[in-house]
């Protein structure tokens, strides 16, 4: 059989019945292939196969690179500003998805964008965090963004900000951002957060957090998964006090003792008194932990006033008041 009269020696077109001798099952394949591989001519055939093979992709992906140029001037085309590459402003496609709180971000490779990144929508003055990149997409970039909001997170270190997208799991397993629905003890808090030296030292495993107006224990830290994102889950804990504290805004470390039920400093300098009250109508009575080196007064107001006696010994200490603790750390003189 002569080979070269199934194939139009254009590289890129070739005999209708050579193509599926070659690529089905069918009783006609080993005959064909035998004689093929029979004719010298078989290499070129192949590597003329693999040309067209190669540029159907190439063709794909300009088909698709004009696609999300005409989509980014339509219905769906947004004016975005990177907040986390110098604010960057470009245009971008907002596809929405089943959920209003989630949508299908799509924009060209040369706009220089990676998960983890923070997009400001400018038309709708919102925040989407991008967490999760379809790699499959091979002519633009492409993920999936999550509504956030700027949070502020405090503990007895101090205070650091970050974008973060909040959302809750049902015994349904539905996510959802809406936060007037009932919490059971089997809801499960997730956090998405962009992976920061700083971020990681706030969350970790078993530390509590204050967020929603509750109390969180936190079951998972996992910023390995994907490159740029840290995800953290957590679930309700009624134990104790938070050792972190998630308020929504650019918000003072004094506003966020305004959500506490012992409201005092939550760092001391030794041989000063510190004062700490409850708010009203709560019941209780005060304690603390350890009383080594602390002078304690409550007066007539039902206020705590402390001092640390020791300046050479620091330690950390818990103020009980009924059910609810603060722990406070103790500075360093020396």
Not at 69 to 95: K, L, Q, W
Not at 115 to 138: K, P, Q, V
Request: charged share 25%; with cysteine.
């Amino acid at each position: 059989m002569a080979y070269k009269k199934y194939y139009i020696d254009d590289g890129e077109h070739y005999d209708a019945k050579v193509l599926k001798a070659l690529y089905d099952n069918t009783p006609e394949h080993d005959a064909y292939v035998t004689d093929i591989n029979e004719d010298a001519d078989y290499s070129i055939f192949m590597s003329r196969m693999n040309t067209y093979k190669k540029k159907s992709q190439e063709r794909s992906i300009e088909n698709k690179k004009r696609t999300l140029a005409d989509a980014m001037y339509s219905y769906y085309g947004a004016n975005v500003t990177n907040i986390s590459n110098n604010d960057t402003e470009y245009r971008a496609v907002m596809y929405p998805s089943d959920n209003e709180n989630i949508k299908m971000f799509s924009t060209p490779f040369t706009n220089n964008t990676e998960i983890g990144n923070i997009i400001h929508w400018n038309a709708t003055d919102s925040y989407w965090l991008l967490y999760e990149r379809n790699l499959n997409e091979l002519a633009f970039f492409d993920a999936l963004a999550a509504k956030c909001k700027y949070y502020t997170i405090a503990n007895i270190n101090g205070t650091a900000s970050t974008y973060a997208s909040i959302s809750m799991t049902q015994e349904s397993g539905l996510d959802t951002f809406d936060q007037s629905l009932l919490v059971t003890d089997t809801s499960v808090l997730t956090i998405r957060i962009p992976d920061t030296v700083l971020n990681r030292k706030f969350f970790k495993n078993d530390v509590k957090i204050k967020v929603l107006d509750m109390t969180w224990k936190i079951t998972s830290v996992d910023y390995i998964t994907t490159d740029g994102i840290t995800k953290i889950l957590a679930k309700r804990d009624y134990d104790g006090s938070p050792d972190l504290t998630i308020i929504e805004g650019d918000t003072s470390s004094e506003e966020i003792q305004d959500n506490e039920i012992i409201k005092g400093p939550s760092s001391i300098v030794p041989l000063e008194e510190a004062i700490y009250e409850v708010a009203n109508n709560i019941s209780g009575t005060w304690s603390i932990s350890d009383n080594s080196f602390i002078t304690k007064n409550i007066n007539n107001d039902n206020k705590l006033i402390l001092t640390w006696n020791n300046p050479r010994k620091r330690k950390d200490f818990t103020i009980n008041y009924g059910e609810y603790t603060k722990l406070v750390h103790v500075e360093s003189l020396m």
